[in-house]
């Protein structure tokens, strides 16, 4: 059998795709690169909105509480929380912790050295430090030479839930212008 004759000329009339696409981008030409420089930058960093978030909540927090600067404070160095064995106020004392962080709150003003703490210990709550030491001054320069920081600074550690105790330490690790206070784990 033959093949009709009209079915062998459409054949030849339908080119192939490629060489139709050829054919329909024969004249095109590349676009000339632009004269600029493209500058990449920098992604931006990530912003670290829980813990802002988080230490907003702590000072809020102070906010609330009342700072009775009348109030008298015991103050014989030391505070243990209350079911704790004694033996850590001895081992705080002989810096049995090595003191993994320091806060010096020399030239700030009482409200500003309770911020300061507040969220230094909430740093150090967040990156697991255990043995911390705050340096608050003995007060030389206070108006009566009064220690205002020592006072607010304790009275402020043993309220917190974090702080299990403190002791002011050795003369070379600050003597009775410092504290050194153990966080719980």
Do not use: Y
Not at 2 to 11: I, N, V
Not at 68 to 96: N, Q, V, W, Y
Not at 112 to 127: D, I, N, P, Q, Y
């Amino acid at each position: 059998m033959s093949k009709p004759q009209g079915t062998r000329h459409k054949a030849q009339e339908v080119p192939d795709d490629l060489a139709a696409f050829r054919d329909a981008v024969r004249d095109v030409r590349p676009i000339p690169a632009p004269n600029r420089v493209v500058h990449d930058l920098p992604k931006p960093r990530p912003h670290p909105a829980k813990r802002e978030e988080e230490e907003q909540a702590v000072l809020d927090e102070l906010a609330r509480l009342t700072f009775d600067d009348d109030a008298e404070f015991e103050d014989d160095g030391m505070f243990l929380r209350p079911g704790l064995p004694r033996d850590i106020l001895r081992k705080l004392t002989r810096t049995h912790w090595v003191i993994q962080a320091n806060l010096d709150l020399h030239g700030l003003t009482g409200d500003e050295a309770v911020a300061e703490t507040a969220v230094f210990l909430a740093g150090c709550k967040r990156s697991g430090l255990r043995c911390v030491r705050i340096i608050h001054g003995k007060g030389l320069r206070s108006p009566g030479r009064e220690p205002v920081l020592k006072r607010r600074i304790r009275k402020l550690l043993t309220r917190r839930d974090e702080v299990l105790a403190f002791v002011e330490p050795r003369a070379i690790h600050g003597g009775g212008g410092a504290v050194v206070v153990l966080l719980e784990a």
